[in-house]
């Protein structure tokens, strides 16, 4: 049996006898995970790796290993009264059953809940990554205020949530809000869910990344990517595409524009849907996108029909990386009161 590594950060943090709820983020490298108060400060931090190619007992063991060393370690942990669990989809929150996620395949049809509470005899919720992460920005982030919150992460893929009145949008059976695999173009590349044209596959930090090294075989003059790259075509990511922007690379700044003019696009769709009263963007390539967020309302003009498109909020997340664990935390229902 394959035994993850692990490490811890401790945070100085004055003693509490508030509640609080142990939120686990669990991706296809790591499990990750954090004592949450009820305002949504995080505490104190665990994380290791995670057995993803290996048995459900693997993947299982990697969780239950996080938690254990967060509760040893932690003088507050006693006080923790429920685990939320955030991992990737397809997933059924309500029977807490992991169905088959693509970069977790130790998991399929496993039932992460029952197994979790069976363990630490307390109550256990599960949900995806993007409506955790939701949850967290409607309860105690840049959501806060509002009563109807979208949320978009893109990252390696694009994850979307929607918090209406601080509850999850789940549909009859949970696999409500996969606003990344709504097709814009019926033409387009095939995704990875199986569908053609999903917004993911032009505008997720793969996607931008793949874009700009098209660019860079037909016209690299001037360029500084592939020097950022090592002169390794294929080494150019997303991140070294920000970087590039930054220092005024015309390219990596062409590259930018052509995807904030399909998020805009994809986005309008969303507002004339569901109206949401704030677009919340996170996720790895959201930094990068800061500098380009109020472009997307000039984009807007004439597209969308909903009145009130010019007004609406789109700013970005207040957790950034911690959103995962953060949002499992708030699944437990730690922050409702606040």
């Known amino acids: 049996m394959a035994v993850p590594s692990m490490k811890t950060d401790k945070l100085s943090v004055p003693q509490s006898k508030d509640f609080f709820a142990v939120g686990v983020d669990v991706g296809g490298t790591k499990v990750a995970a954090a004592l949450v108060d009820s305002t949504g400060q995080i505490r104190f931090r665990s994380r290791s790796n995670m057995v993803?190619?290996?048995?459900?007992?693997?993947?299982?063991?990697?969780?239950?290993?996080?938690?254990?060393?967060?509760?040893?370690?932690?003088?507050?942990?006693?006080?923790?009264?429920?685990?939320?669990?955030?991992?990737?989809?397809?997933?059924?929150?309500?029977?807490?059953?992991?169905?088959?996620?693509?970069?977790?395949?130790?998991?399929?049809?496993?039932?992460?809940?029952?197994?979790?509470?069976?363990?630490?005899?307390?109550p256990v919720k599960l949900d995806n990554d993007a409506n955790a992460a939701a949850l967290a920005e409607a309860t105690w982030g840049a959501g806060r205020s509002y009563r109807s919150v979208f949320y978009v992460g893109i990252?390696?893929?694009?994850?979307?949530?929607?918090?209406?009145?601080?509850?999850?949008?789940?549909?009859?059976?949970?696999?409500?809000?996969?606003?990344?695999?709504?097709?814009?173009?019926?033409?387009?590349?095939?995704?990875?869910?199986?569908?053609?044209?999903?917004?993911?596959?032009?505008?997720?930090?793969?996607?931008?990344?793949?874009?700009?090294?098209?660019?860079?075989?037909?016209?690299?003059?001037?360029?500084?990517?592939?020097?950022?790259?090592?002169?390794?075509?294929?080494?150019?990511?997303?991140?070294?595409?920000?970087?590039a922007a930054a220092k005024g690379d015309r390219l990596a700044l062409s590259v930018i524009e052509e995807v904030v003019e399909i998020l805009a696009y994809w986005l309008g769709n969303i507002v004339d849907l569901i109206e949401p009263d704030v677009v919340i963007v996170?996720?790895?390539?959201?930094?990068?996108?800061?500098?380009?967020?109020?472009?997307?309302?000039?984009?807007?003009?004439?597209?969308?029909?909903n009145p009130r498109a010019?007004?609406?909020?789109?700013?970005?997340?207040?957790?950034?990386?911690d959103a995962g664990v953060t949002g499992a935390a708030a699944l437990c229902g730690i922050g409702s009161s606040q």
């Open 282 to 305: 996170g996720g790895g390539v959201a930094p990068m996108l800061a500098a380009y967020l109020d472009g997307i309302y000039k984009r807007w003009q004439g597209a969308c029909i």
């Open 52 to 122: 993803a190619n290996g048995t459900a007992s693997d993947g299982l063991d990697a969780v239950v290993l996080t938690v254990r060393k967060l509760i040893c370690e932690s003088a507050l942990a006693p006080d923790f009264r429920a685990i939320g669990i955030c991992a990737p989809g397809p997933l059924n929150p309500d029977a807490g059953i992991v169905i088959n996620p693509p970069n977790v395949p130790c998991w399929r049809n496993y039932p992460l809940v029952a197994e979790v509470a069976r363990i630490f005899q307390v």
């Open 155 to 243: 990252g390696t893929g694009i994850g979307t949530g929607i918090v209406f009145d601080g509850r999850i949008l789940h549909g009859a059976s949970g696999a409500a809000g996969e606003g990344g695999h709504m097709g814009i173009d019926m033409r387009g590349p095939r995704c990875k869910c199986g569908k053609r044209g999903c917004v993911e596959v032009f505008a997720s930090g793969p996607a931008l990344a793949g874009r700009m090294r098209q660019k860079l075989q037909a016209d690299h003059e001037g360029s500084t990517l592939l020097g950022l790259s090592g002169g390794d075509l294929e080494g150019v990511t997303a991140e070294l595409v920000g970087q």
């Open 310 to 321: 010019q007004v609406i909020p789109i700013i970005l997340s207040s957790y950034a990386d």
